[in-house]
């Protein structure tokens, strides 16, 4: 009934198809499509025959209580690229590693992770040069028997590096040494 409300008020020039594509939740082309199959065949055209089809790559269900029986008699307590390694190399699988954990995490057989915290994400880079600058340091042996912090000032769009030198111990003082010297050779940055 929600379709034929907003075809109805399509066709009274009430809604536009942008509109009422919006209230379906689909976009304006997928209406149009809806309004001609609703035109020549009634709800019958609206209806999605993928839903009666049954997928290509679908695996049998012994298939996948084989896989099952696999993991939890010979590899349980493996990872799942541990066991999906044994799995391809000795038992001769020729599914995806998708695939094959999908199915031991849908059977509770492995633990679905944790969604990566908002800090984890990633994030656009800047869209122009010069926008934004990323400043890293990192301590490492960089020459034998001496550890020192790299500081590394780089622009975020391309990864250009700005500024690089090594210090003792990474501070206040060399991070504005850093900023200073992107100021002088290429002038002032956004953010």
């Known amino acids: 009934m929600r379709f034929e409300d907003l075809?109805?008020?399509?066709?009274k020039k009430s809604l536009t198809q942008a509109e009422a594509g919006d209230l379906l939740g689909v976009?304006?082309?997928?209406?149009?499509?809806?309004?001609?199959?609703?035109?020549?065949?009634?709800?019958?055209?609206?209806?999605?025959?993928?839903?009666?089809?049954?997928?290509?790559?679908g695996a049998p269900i012994d298939e996948i209580?084989?896989?099952?029986?696999?993991?939890?008699?010979?590899y349980a307590g493996y990872t799942i690229s541990h066991f999906y390694?044994?799995?391809?190399?000795?038992n001769q699988g020729t599914r995806s590693y998708s695939w094959v954990k999908r199915?031991?995490?849908?059977?509770?057989?492995?633990?679905?992770?944790?969604?990566?915290?908002a800090?984890?994400?990633?994030?656009?880079?800047a869209s122009m040069v010069g926008m934004m600058l990323h400043q890293d340091g990192s301590t490492h042996e960089w020459?034998?028997?001496?550890?020192?912090?790299?500081?590394?000032?780089?622009?975020d769009a391309d990864s250009t590096v700005y500024s690089g030198f090594f210090v003792e111990e990474e501070g206040t003082h060399?991070?504005?040494?850093?900023?200073?010297?992107?100021?002088?050779?290429?002038?002032?940055?956004?953010?």
């Open 174 to 191: 060399s991070s504005f040494r850093g900023v200073q010297e992107v100021i002088e050779a290429h002038g002032l940055f956004c953010t």
């Open 65 to 74: 209580l084989k896989l099952q029986t696999l993991y939890t008699e010979q």
């Open 103 to 117: 199915q031991l995490q849908d059977a509770g057989l492995a633990v679905k992770a944790k969604k990566r915290g």
């Open 7 to 11: 075809y109805e008020k399509w066709g």
């Open 85 to 90: 390694d044994k799995y391809c190399d000795d």
């Open 143 to 155: 020459v034998s028997g001496q550890v020192w912090d790299s500081i590394v000032t780089m622009d």
């Open 119 to 125: 800090h984890r994400r990633k994030r656009e880079r």
């Open 27 to 57: 976009s304006e082309r997928t209406f149009r499509r809806y309004c001609r199959s609703y035109e020549s065949t009634g709800y019958v055209g609206l209806y999605d025959k993928r839903l009666d089809r049954k997928a290509h790559n």
